[in-house]
């Protein structure tokens, strides 16, 4: 890949529409536009043009061109725009047209984005926010994402560096004096209040980042509980539709089943497992168990169900945050409804539907109970967890070091930032760039 050529792509997704987005970006973006459209238009203006070929004169397509030249443009290079219409065999001829001159060739998915960065248009953690955004299916995952998009992370990120620069420069101002009595002393007592108070901001962020990788990733929640209380059926009736088998033959899940769904514009899993019962000898059943178990302990929210017309063992495998009563419609001695008054306890009727959507409210409130608060939380990616982690750990054994290791101490707090400026991508970032820009598609 070759960072001095011009790219194409179409910017807008592919297949038939009204109108495609050709993005173009490099040094031939200017030389290409005046052949195909002619006097490129006033920057960032739109002009309506007619597309020629350049050898036949032909016209391709009639189109509205954008002209953006550098380093105000969105990769910092020279881009050209051609909203053409949507036509798979009018992109086909210019791409055939833009593929004559040497250097010009189409972009490798996340170039764009890639130039963007190389040329200080955005940092390493806008471009997560943005591959975020771009694969966003709900309404908390797209605040999430256009917060670190547009910079909000990144400032905090930058405030935690620009503290540690601070604290690095007090600590290399007495290190020339400490030959002078005190000096060495004084600059530690005063920097330790400030490492610890920045410790404790890194220390509450790293805490919540579990909680705001959840927002991303979908919260999990797990219908379990004994073969035949209805498991299935209440699943299939939060998700809407029939994606779980329903059978009066216990243990007819066997596989756990997941369905996404959004609630309170947050991504949920639901995973319908197999009943759990002691003391079967069917093979598969006894896998499907096993699989339930490993869900039960994964899981973000466990909802465990029973029914009065089976024997519910031991009760919940693993605390459960909903315990759900079904087949309250078989009810008749209310004496033998749910003693343990620890956990929820929802009464619902999978068959008649009483309770279903009480039930849902409540397990709405847990969802957001479980992600609220998180869309402007700063560490969102395992990735900017473990960096921010290693920072924290330099900054421990900076405290540990007295008057007479204060070089030390400055060392233990420059290995800090360095890994704050890890995040952002101010450092390191060539290492990175792979993993990240493979997330992109064509286009972006
Ligand atoms: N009477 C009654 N039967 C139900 C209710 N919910 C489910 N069932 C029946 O209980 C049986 C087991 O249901 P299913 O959803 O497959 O249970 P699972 O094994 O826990 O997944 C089926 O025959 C359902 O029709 C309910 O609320 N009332
Ligand atoms: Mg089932």
Redesign the pocket.
């Known amino acids: 890949m070759n960072r001095s050529d011009t790219i194409f792509a179409v910017s807008s997704g592919s297949g038939v529409a009204g109108i495609s987005v050709i993005r173009m970006s490099g040094p031939a973006s200017q030389k290409i536009l005046e052949l195909v459209a002619g006097t490129p238009p006033k920057p960032r203006l739109a002009s309506v043009r007619h597309l020629r070929d350049p050898s036949s004169q032909e016209v391709i397509d009639q189109a509205v061109v954008l002209w953006m030249p550098g380093p105000n443009s969105a990769t910092g290079e020279d881009v050209a725009e051609f909203h053409v219409h949507g036509s798979i065999a009018a992109i086909d001829a210019l791409f055939r047209i833009f593929r004559r001159y040497d250097g010009v060739r189409p972009a490798e998915a996340g170039e764009f984005s890639r130039r963007a960065l190389m040329n200080d248009r955005m940092d390493l953690v806008e471009a997560e926010g943005l591959s975020d955004l771009l694969q966003a299916k709900t309404e908390a995952q797209r605040r999430m994402a256009t917060h670190h998009m547009l910079g909000g992370a990144s400032s905090i990120y930058e405030s935690w560096r620009g503290e540690l620069i601070s604290i690095q420069a007090r600590l290399e101002a007495a290190i020339d004096f400490v030959d002078e009595e005190g000096v060495a002393d004084a600059a530690l007592a005063e920097v330790k209040p400030r490492t610890l108070s920045l410790v404790a901001r890194l220390e509450k962020a790293v805490a919540e980042s579990d909680r705001a990788g959840v927002l991303r990733s979908g919260v999990k929640v797990v219908?379990a509980?004994?073969?035949?209380?209805?498991?299935?059926?209440?699943?299939?009736l939060v998700a809407a539709r029939e994606a779980?088998?329903?059978?009066?033959?216990?243990?007819?899940?066997r596989d756990v089943i997941e369905v996404s769904i959004v609630l309170a514009g947050v991504p949920v899993i639901l995973m319908?497992t197999?009943?759990l019962r002691s003391g079967s000898d069917d093979e598969i059943e006894n896998i499907g168990m096993t699989r339930a178990r490993s869900e039960l302990a994964g899981a973000d929210i466990v909802i465990w169900?029973s029914?009065p017309?089976?024997n519910d063992e031991q009760g919940p495998a693993v605390p459960a945050a909903i315990r759900v009563l079904?087949?309250?419609?078989?009810l008749t001695d209310k004496s033998i409804r749910l003693r343990n008054d620890e956990e929820k306890t929802v009464e619902?009727?999978?068959?008649?539907g009483?309770g279903v959507n009480a039930f849902i409210a409540e397990l709405e409130g847990l969802v957001v109970d479980r992600v609220g608060g998180m869309e402007h939380a700063t560490i969102i990616r395992a990735r900017q967890k473990s960096v921010v982690e290693d920072s924290i750990g330099h900054l421990h054994e900076s405290l540990t070091h007295g008057a007479e290791q204060i070089e030390l101490a400055a060392e233990c707090v420059r290995k800090a930032s360095h890994s704050i400026a890890r995040v952002t991508g101010r450092v390191d970032v060539e290492d990175l760039l792979g993993s990240i820009f493979s997330e992109f598609c064509i286009g972006k």
């Open positions: 219908f509980g004994p073969p035949n209380v209805g498991k299935s059926s209440l699943l299939n779980a088998i329903v059978s009066s033959r216990p243990g007819t899940t319908d197999a009943g169900i029914s017309d089976v079904n087949k309250s419609d078989l619902i009727s999978a068959r008649t009483a």
